[in-house]
């Protein structure tokens, strides 16, 4: 399958946001400083260099280097940056990265180049954040 990146024409609502590298270290305390009950309606999920946070995108908290996502209306378990999108049909993509990955919902970035599941995330708890911090200080 030969595609690339476009510019995507109609931005959708953000449901997600991802930090990769330092980012990701700026987006867990973008999330640490939020209220206690703005949190709550968070999901997290973390890997060595990346953290995915999932919510309403009034929600979502806003740092240097964050790419917002959300999934589209073609592809709901594919989640896109909201600023581009591959110019090959959706379905056809998310059917063919399921027949390879699995049926989950997945994060996909174009640089840099990730594929990250997203059925791993759980409620943006003080325990899971400092899980999380402890992994990174590994």
Partial sequence: M?????????PPTPQG?????AASRR?????????????ETLALTANDDSLIVAGAAEALPWCEGVVYLAPRAEATTLWLPTH???????DLLARAIARRHG???LAMLRAPRRLLPLQRALPAS??????IR????D
Wanted: a neutral charge; zero cysteines; hydrophobic letters at 45%.
């Fill in 84 to 90: 581009e999108r591959p110019d090959l049909p959706l």
């Fill in 17 to 21: 946001a991802i930090g990769i590298g």
């Fill in 27 to 39: 987006l867990l305390d973008a999330v640490e400083r939020l209220q206690s009950h703005a949190r």
């Fill in 126 to 131: 003080d325990a899971l954040l400092a899980r």
């Fill in 2 to 10: 030969n595609w690339h990146w476009r510019a995507e024409g109609a």
């Fill in 134 to 137: 402890a992994h990174w200080r």
């Fill in 103 to 105: 049926p989950a919902p």
